[in-house]
């Protein structure tokens, strides 16, 4: 079943309660910086390669969204603007 951007944007506020979530949406927004660029996502959040790929697997495991795949990527970045745009004063 396909998330409506407001329970994506729900999950943005869970991640930001927590470190390890906060550590999530800072991986992907860097993964869209750099367009997915592995070695350039690595060296920026200063991570082994591995560790990248264990952050993008822990965000399709929580969103059910594989940052892989545009549309999926499309999603969690609307989800996450909506989010941002809902919760800034």
């Known amino acids: 079943k396909d998330q409506s951007f407001s ?3 729900q999950l943005f506020q869970e991640f930001e309660a927590t470190p390890k979530g ?3 949406i800072e991986t992907l ?3 869209i910086k750099n ?3 592995m070695n350039a996502i690595s060296k920026e959040l200063h991570i082994h390669r591995n560790s990248l ?3 993008l697997q822990r ?3 929580v969103t059910n969204k594989n940052p ?3 549309t999926d990527l499309f999603q969690l970045y609307t989800g996450y603007v909506i989010y941002k745009m809902k ?3």
């Open 53 to 55: 790929a264990y952050r």
């Open 22 to 24: 906060q550590e999530l």
């Open 59 to 61: 965000i399709e495991i």
């Open 87 to 89: 919760h800034s004063e």
């Open 29 to 31: 927004l860097c993964y």
């Open 68 to 70: 892989k795949k545009f």
């Open 35 to 37: 367009s997915g660029d």
């Open 7 to 9: 329970e994506i944007s």
